[in-house]
């Protein structure tokens, strides 16, 4: 199996079987291919590729090249990207990019908005069992990798982060009120399964100045945690050796 290099200015995730089955020996990529987790957004000319990408410290990237890669961008989209980096400080159209990259290969994540709990929609948002593994603010979302356990691997679970209209979206600390939900659509079972999921931050941009930061509320399989997010100390993500993940699908 080809060793591919993960960018050392992003976040090092594990990766879906779809990533996994991408790095065989057959492919003509090259040795110095890297894998970013980025977001990706629009650009406003008419160049060939009509987009770019941010790594989660803010870098930017320019793919000046996607090859014969038929990829539809949508602004803020958050995805896995394999790419070889080709130089630096590239500046078109009066923009500067931080690196010029050649693009194999992009896989959408999983991007949603943060949305209201309310008595008509809690029954279909569910709230069943879910860990969380990591999770980290950058560049205006919450991304979060998450556990949890499944039956059947065809069956696509939900994932939602909400604020519950019940309660006040600032809590008595300062903190943001959220909860982390899962719908499993009554397929439970013993294999592990893992994923991941970014929300986007745009609902709750008008409360975080008055903030402390985030606090995510779980119903984990060992009960009830909450997770604090001070903004100041969580905006860029920390990097950290994982191992394989068994990804099922969800929306």
């Known amino acids: 199996m080809k060793k591919f290099k993960w960018m050392s200015l992003c976040l090092i995730l594990t990766l879906f079987p779809f990533l996994q089955s991408c790095l065989d ?29 941010v790594l989660d410290n803010g870098k930017t990237i320019n793919p000046i090249s996607c090859g014969s890669l038929d990829y539809k961008a949508v602004d803020g989209q958050r995805a896995f990207a394999y790419l070889r980096l080709m130089d630096t400080k590239s ?5 500067t990019y931080d690196y010029n990259a050649e693009v194999f290969y992009i896989e959408n994540v999983l991007t949603k908005d943060i949305i209201e709990l ?9 709230n069943d069992h ?12 919450i991304t979060m990798e998450c ?15 909400v604020h519950d209209a019940n309660l006040s979206i600032i809590d008595e ?31 709750i941009k008008e409360y975080i100045e008055e903030s402390k930061g985030i606090k995510i509320s779980v119903k984990t399989h060992n009960g009830i945690i909450s997770y604090k997010l001070d903004l100041e100390n969580h905006t860029q993500p920390s990097t950290r050796n994982t191992t394989k993940m068994k990804n099922v699908s969800v929306y």
């Open 25 to 53: 020996d057959n492919n003509t990529w090259p040795e110095d291919t890297s894998l970013a987790f980025v977001t990706v957004r629009e650009k406003d000319t008419n160049e060939p590729v009509n987009f770019y990408f």
């Open 118 to 126: 309310t008595e008509a929609n809690a029954d279909s948002i569910g």
């Open 147 to 161: 556990q949890f356990y499944v039956e059947n691997s065809i069956i696509k679970h939900m994932l939602n982060l």
């Open 173 to 203: 600390e300062g903190y943001i009120n959220l909860e982390f939900r899962h719908n499993a659509f009554f397929d439970f079972g013993s294999q592990l399964r893992e994923g991941i999921v970014s929300f986007k931050l745009d609902n």
């Open 130 to 141: 879910i860990n969380i593994s990591n999770m980290w603010i950058a560049q205006g979302y």
């Open 91 to 95: 500046v078109l159209n009066d923009k």
